[in-house]
């Protein structure tokens, strides 16, 4: 098949789902904007009719300012040689209570690895999605810490201590009246 | 490249053939450390001479590890934009990227070739280390990463500023300078490290880190509540300040392989106060002030930038203020002596009237010794100050300048500002333009006063005949470089090192300025002492004479009794650190205790009002 | 998980019992564990255990300027580094919008080459070691070595270079660089029959290595699997080649393919895949120099930087497979979130699990060290 037959062929696709929107970035990137409900059915179309059968990664951003999360899908075509990235929002909630969205394990199979990740990270639930578990946090009993809401900087410092110096040559510098004058955590930008 | 089948079994054999290893010349490491490569990134070094301070190292440091430390005996130097902080090195933390030499403004801070720190575990604090020139463990090893122009992370270039050409500019009074779009104030912003060094620089210490980050963030109005912490005459400051805050910029320090310039700091303040709206600048100034009333009543003698910061601050604290102005309308200085072009009448009548509008009230066209006593304001109010400015020029006395056309350089300003506003034309003035003249003296002030001459010249005749003559070196002429590199552009002539004998006149009239070339304007003791090489005359013919040579202050007013009663020291008031005078009642500000200069003014008017808030809240 | 959380799993009434392997395992390029069921020496189920690297990289760069993140993306892969300045900075420099001088690009390329090489004499050296072949590992190590000298002259740092900035590269090359990089280059390729008689074409690592870990081209497809490990089986897709970025499509090589899918495959695509690195190396020596002008075309100052509001999402062609940055910006001096898919994400976890099973326990570790999984790239 050739891209450009599959280009054409991803047109029509698209037009078949309500409420899509299309933007062609450059020759091989495809940005979609597609509401939550009609993700898994793009998916589905774009691998099981228009040869995306690579599912290179799932990324998930949060908008806190819009209780929303976003979560990217991009989509390799061996075929077409051409990257679709299918951005979906679902709603927030709140750190106790998890956001929830489908599984696209049964489309693409690696959904199942980044579905943990950002199940992890995020506390994004997935239904059906095979692993919901933890994986890199074991030990982790905090809030989904890539949450914007969540402040590592401040954790870190309530957490653990910085290292206490205090060599000779500092010693010297205080009895002549110096010392530390500007601490690295006072002008963080 | 030789092709490996999937297929091939390959043979047991084949790894013996590597027994040929055994005829090959073994590689021998020598122990110890290998020299690392020349760019390495290892261990600190700092110039501790080259250093300023300026803590940018520790701002871009990823990891948080650079701390830094006062060090007493190293020189600090606010006016020239030098601390004595020096950055301090957590190894514990640093990851060696080198964006602190790549940033470093100066160039001060380098990597060393030098890799290997080891300690026990009781010699913790050997990681904690101050870099000095002599490398990590006192003996230098060869530098590694250091700045060049590639890897400078700097933006060294100041954004043009858009101004007239001398041809546009030479017959009239528009303002010279067009100012920023906000474009260009964000860019030229955003080249900002946010050292401070133009705080620490400034008479006034105006908060530039925090209002040019503000104008880099595109929020006009917190950059011009930042300014109204320390400037209430900041459209004035954005267009003449004399800028230290330039000087003492972390970029604008010499010793860098590419050249630097500072940022524009005045043209940014310019450009937020012109962005922002009168009647919100207005809004934004009122924040700051209380709504008690204190009940003690101040005068302020003077309308200038001194008087009316005082005033301002004074108000904001509940003070009743009445200030008097000797002339028709406020300024001073700004007003009747720095020309149209250079700052326009309207934008300080906007900084008068917010200074207004926050509850001082100024009476004009009233000169204190003769339309008011001293003794009747020390009756009426609790506090008097005396900010009335070098309103009189200084005279050379030399023969013949006592002519009628030999004019000092502050008293025809005024005169020119008096007429029009805008100084637009030469109509209504009170005396005749000059087909020729020059001016004695290298200062701000005979530039002003001779670019204005010309450009009525220019009006009048079509063509500049202007001399500007002073007794230095240019190199050492005290005017602003700029003002020099303009007043060439529009035609005037400027000869340096000449030092004026003789207004020659005939007829009883002015016929020429009798020059001799100074051999040198200091003794050996650096006292002002000029010798002349008497063999070197020049004549310049001219029909003015204008001298521009310093201002007095006229100190008639107190009259005789006060005068008796003031601490004077050599012809000039005394006054103390914080503006009182030997009589508690009185103090004084501005050019009159400290020599011209407006931000200096504002910044004695701030003193001032604290040590009379000071002084009331002791009484109380 | 620390020991002291860890609960002894009972099997009670069979004879299947547990077996880690790692946190530290010579079978694996980092601290990661994969944690077997077992029944005698068969493989009854695997389970990938990660986190030992977890140092919160995408959070910690959503905390600092988008220049002081220069300083992490290396340490998200230790042995092939490069990939991820290069890709990081391209997301920011496709955001930005900004054109990145031809010179720049050249030098780019010869980095993400030079590092390739070093991966893979690493991942040889390590391979070979899990099926009992130490030799291997130190010439591997040692050859490795020397290509960390060249970088040490290029970029001032042996495994964090730390050299690519948004806009280019921040210096140019040493002067004599090029020469000293052909000598490195013949230098491996007189090296080339070494090897080959050590390891490729020794039967007893041939043996060893063929028909183990059978990952067909299906199985690849579905489970995502990119990279060397998918070039295995008999697909020849090459990010350089198929979506290509910076210079890559002015260069000429080869994209080598097996076809079993097997250990061997896989270690010979690497063999091969090296020797077309040294052959882009030559053709990078050889037009370099012509290519004149900057190495970097001016960022802002980095404390004030705001970059442009976007997103961007690029990929390249690390040693183990298609490595992918999605950056987002929302106009300000930090990135607002940058998620890193690192090319072990798949072959470490999932098809590591699945191709596990059912195999011999002296196996697993030529396994998983044959699918070449960087456990940094997981943790992140």
């Known amino acids: 098949m050739k891209c450009d037959e599959i280009n054409a062929w991803l047109d029509a696709l698209l037009s078949e789902i309500n409420e899509i929107e299309v933007t062609r970035k450059s020759e091989r990137r495809v940005r979609v904007d597609v509401p939550a409900s009609s993700l898994p059915a793009l998916l589905e179309l774009l691998k099981g009719k228009a040869s995306y059968v690579h599912l290179s990664a799932i990324s998930c951003v949060d908008w806190p300012g819009d209780e929303e999360f976003e979560l990217v899908y991009h989509c390799w075509s061996y075929e077409a040689k051409s990257l679709l990235s299918a951005h979906t929002r679902i709603p927030r909630n709140s750190a106790e209570e998890f956001a929830h969205y489908v599984s696209v394990y049964d489309i693409y199979k690696p959904a199942a690895f980044f579905e943990r990740d950002i199940y992890e990270m995020f506390g994004v639930y997935f239904e059906s999605s095979p692993y919901m578990e933890k994986f890199i946090l074991t030990e982790w009993n905090g809030p989904p810490p890539m949450r914007k809401d969540f402040d590592a900087e401040a954790y870190v410092n309530d957490t653990f201590n910085w290292a206490d110096y205090h060599p000779q040559w500092l010693q010297d510098i205080e009895e002549e009246g110096g010392g530390i004058a500007i601490r690295p955590e006072d002008i963080r930008l | 490249m030789k092709k490996i089948k999937y297929d091939d079994l390959g043979s047991v054999l084949n790894p013996l053939k590597n027994l040929q290893f055994f005829a090959r010349k073994p590689v021998t490491e020598p122990l110890g450390p290998r020299p690392a490569a020349e760019i390495y990134r290892g261990f600190h070094l700092n110039d501790m001479e080259k250093c300023i301070g300026c803590s940018t190292c520790q701002k871009i440091c990823d990891n948080a590890a650079i701390t830094m430390v006062k060090i007493p005996h190293l020189k600090e130097d606010p006016v020239n934009g030098i601390r004595n902080l020096r950055p301090a090195i957590d190894y514990g933390r640093c990851c060696w990227c080198a964006l602190c030499v790549d940033i470093c403004p100066v160039g001060a801070i380098e990597l060393s070739r030098e890799y290997v720190h080891t300690c026990n575990g009781d010699e913790v604090d050997s990681y904690f280390v101050l870099p000095q020139e002599k490398g990590m463990h006192g003996t230098f090893e060869e530098k590694g990463w250091t700045k060049t122009e590639t890897n400078d992370l700097l933006d060294r270039k100041r954004l043009p500023m858009g101004e007239m050409t001398p041809d546009e500019r030479g017959d009239n009074f528009d303002e010279i300078v067009n100012g920023f779009t906000p474009e260009q104030a964000i860019l030229e912003a955003s080249r900002c490290v946010q050292c401070g060094m133009c705080h620490d620089s400034c008479p006034t210490h105006m908060h530039a880190p925090e209002y040019i980050r503000a104008i880099w963030k595109g929020n006009v109005e917190e950059a011009v509540e930042w300014m109204y912490e320390s400037n209430p005459f900041s459209h004035v400051c954005g267009r003449v300040c004399t800028h230290r805050c330039e000087s003492a910029c972390s970029l604008n320090q010499a010793g860098l392989p590419q050249g630097s310039e500072p940022i524009a700091i005045r043209w940014l303040k310019r450009y937020a106060m012109d962005a922002v709206p009168h009647e919100r600048i207005k809004e934004i100034a009122a924040r700051k002030k209380t709504d008690q009333k204190t009940g003690q009543k101040i005068a302020v003698i003077g309308a200038g930038p001194a008087g009316l910061t005082a005033a301002f601050d004074l108000v904001k604290q509940g003070h009743e203020v009445q200030v008097y102005e000797a002339l028709a309308k406020a300024g001073g200085m700004t007003r009747y002596g720095i020309p149209y072009y250079r700052l326009p009448d309207d934008m300080l009548d906007r900084d008068v009237d917010v200074i207004v509008s926050m509850g001082v009230s100024i009476q004009y066209n009233i000169r204190i010794g003769k339309d008011i006593s001293m003794e009747q304001l020390h009756k009426d109010y609790d506090a008097v100050i005396l900010a009335i400015g070098l309103q009189s020029g200084r005279s050379t006395r030399i023969p013949g300048s006592e002519h009628e056309d030999v004019h000092s350089a502050v008293e025809l300003l005024r005169r020119i500002g008096s007429v029009r506003d805008d100084m637009n034309t030469a109509e209504d003035l009170d005396f005749k333009v000059p087909h020729s003249a020059v001016v004695i003296g290298g200062g701000n002030v005979a530039m002003d006063i001779g670019r204005s001459l010309a450009r009525y010249q220019k009006q009048q005749y079509n063509q500049v005949n202007m001399t500007i003559t002073a007794i230095d070196a240019l190199e050492n002429f005290p005017a602003d470089d700029v003002e020099i590199k303009e007043s060439l552009e529009e035609g005037i002539t400027i000869i340096p090192s000449r030092g004026p004998q003789e207004v020659v006149l005939e007829n009883g009239k002015i016929k020429a300025l009798k020059t001799w070339r100074v051999e040198s304007v200091f003794d050996a003791d650096g006292r002002f002492a000029p010798q002349y090489d008497e063999s070197d005359e020049q004549l310049y013919d001219v029909e003015m004479v204008v001298e521009a040579i310093g201002q007095m202050a006229e100190m008639e007013l107190l009259g005789e009794q006060l005068t008796e009663q003031l601490e004077w020291q050599r012809g000039r008031l005394k006054v103390a650190e914080d503006g009182a005078t030997s009589v508690d009642w009185l103090w004084s500000a501005g050019d009159c205790v400290n020599g011209p200069d407006v931000v200096h003014a504002v910044a004695d008017g701030h003193r001032v009002a604290e040590s009379i808030n000071k002084a009331f809240s002791v009484q109380r | ?380």
């Not at chain 3, 030799?135 to 050859?143: C, E, I, L, N, Q």
């Not at chain 3, 008999?234 to 080598?256: K, M, N, S, T």
């Not at chain 3, 470490?348 to 030529?366: F, K, P, T, Y």
Request: proline residues 6%.
């Open chain 3, 1 to 380: 998980m620390r020991p002291e959380n860890y609960q002894v799993v009972s099997l009670p009434n069979s004879d299947e019992y547990e077996l880690f392997i790692g946190p530290n395992h010579p079978g694996i390029e980092g601290n990661y564990a994969f944690k077997l069921k077992l029944d005698g020496d068969r493989v009854i189920s695997g389970k990938a255990d990660a986190g030992y690297l977890h140092r919160g990289f995408e959070k910690l760069m959503e905390g600092r300027l988008w220049i002081q993140n220069l300083a992490i993306v290396p340490r998200i892969c230790v042995p092939d580094p490069v990939p991820m300045e290069v890709v990081y900075s391209l997301t920011v420099e496709d955001i930005e919008k900004t054109e990145v001088p031809l010179r720049a690009q050249w030098i780019r390329v010869m980095q993400l080459e030079l590092s390739r090489i070093a991966s893979h004499l690493f991942t040889f050296g390590g391979h070979a070691a899990t099926t009992g072949m130490y030799t291997p590992s130190y010439w591997g190590v040692a050859d490795r070595d020397l290509a960390l000298d060249l970088f040490e002259e290029l970029t001032g740092g042996r495994v964090y270079h730390i050299y690519n900035i948004p806009g280019g590269v921040r210096r140019d090359i040493p002067n004599g660089f090029l020469d000293r990089l052909s000598d490195y280059l013949d230098y491996l390729q007189t090296r080339q029959n070494d090897y080959d008689n050590l390891l490729f074409t020794n039967q007893v690592f041939v043996k060893r290595a063929r028909d183990i870990g059978v990952l067909n081209q299906e199985q690849a497809l579905e489970w995502g699997v990119t990279g060397p490990n998918l070039r295995a089986t008999g697909l020849a897709f090459d990010v350089r080649r198929d979506d290509p970025y910076l210079i890559y499509e002015q260069l000429d090589f080869d994209i080598p393919v097996q076809s079993a899918g097997d250990c061997l495959s896989r270690i010979l695509v690497r063999r091969d895949e090296l020797f077309q690195s040294v052959r882009i190396l030559r053709q990078i020596i050889k037009h370099l120099p012509s290519v004149k002008g900057p190495v970097r075309s001016p960022i802002p100052n980095p404390l004030a930087w705001n970059v442009a509001k976007g997103e961007s999402y690029c990929r390249v062609e690390s040693s183990k497979g298609e490595l992918a940055y999605y950056t987002v910006s929302d106009g300000g001096d930090k990135p607002y979130r940058v998620h890193v898919r690192g090319a072990s994400s798949m072959h470490a976890v999932q098809v590591l699990e699945n191709m596990s099973v059912g195999q011999r326990i002296e196996d697993v570790a030529q396994i998983m060290f044959s699918l070449d999984a960087c456990p940094p790239e997981v943790d992140r």
